[in-house]
């Protein structure tokens, strides 16, 4: 258990933290001129347990994102009663549909007819909505979920069937390099796919969120045309466990 000095200067780490992001994400705005109001900082609070995101949605966090629905469900009552926006940003397993749609207002992760299927038979069952992302495999690797790129448009197109679901952009995860530069090619190739997509004004795609970039490559992914950046580590830190944990073909 934390003392009380422990938590007041995890606090202060984390506010600390949160200022050096917000500001790197100011100065990349600026270098492309932006509005800084056009990017969102969603934190990508995996593995982090619930008092540490509570201290982060004290210092001014309005929007998590889960990898794992166990999680939402191991942290939802000890944060339940703080305004956030909750997304889920990490693979869509079939048996986990009916849990993920208790917690949250949008999947960034959609990437197959058949879970938009379910999901659609779900919350007509509910009366209401939700907001999807579709997920690219923008940079061709055998150990990332997402779609084809050459395969989004003709999905997004059927996508339209499903009145209960909003297609609000797209998501893709950049090649995890140390050096964000080496993943520009990824996010240019998802604003390319983003800007046709929004050129064709299909009927229920919104196409107003892009969402690319987390620690190694938000200011680059900012640069190329995000409208929000998945951060994580740069807010709390190097984490237990590796990123392939979460990115891997093999469900866990």
Known sequence: MESDVEQRADA???????????????????????????????????????????????AGCTLIGENKVQEFQHKHAALADLAVERHFIGHLQSNKINDVLKYVTCIQSLDRLDHAEKLQARLQREGRRLDVLVQVNTSNEASK????????????????????????????IGLLFSEGERARDCLRLLRTLFDRLKSEAIDRVTMDVLSMGMSLDYEQAIEEGS?????????????????????SEKDR
Request: with cysteine; proline share 5%; glycine share 8%.
């Open 145 to 172: 979920f997402g779609m084809a790129p050459e395969a989004v448009i003709g999905f997004v197109r059927d996508m339209t069937r499903f009145d209960c679901l909003t297609v609000r952009g797209l998501m893709t």
């Open 227 to 247: 409208t929000l950046v998945r951060v994580g580590t740069a807010v709390f830190g190097k984490r237990p466990t590796p990123d392939g944990y979460f990115w």
């Open 12 to 58: 202060e780490s984390i506010r600390h933290n949160l200022q050096a992001v917000n500001a790197r994400i100011d100065a990349a705005c600026r270098r492309c001129g932006r509005s800084r109001d056009s990017v969102r900082l969603l934190l990508a609070t995996k593995t982090v347990p619930p008092e540490r995101i509570r201290r982060a949605i004290e």
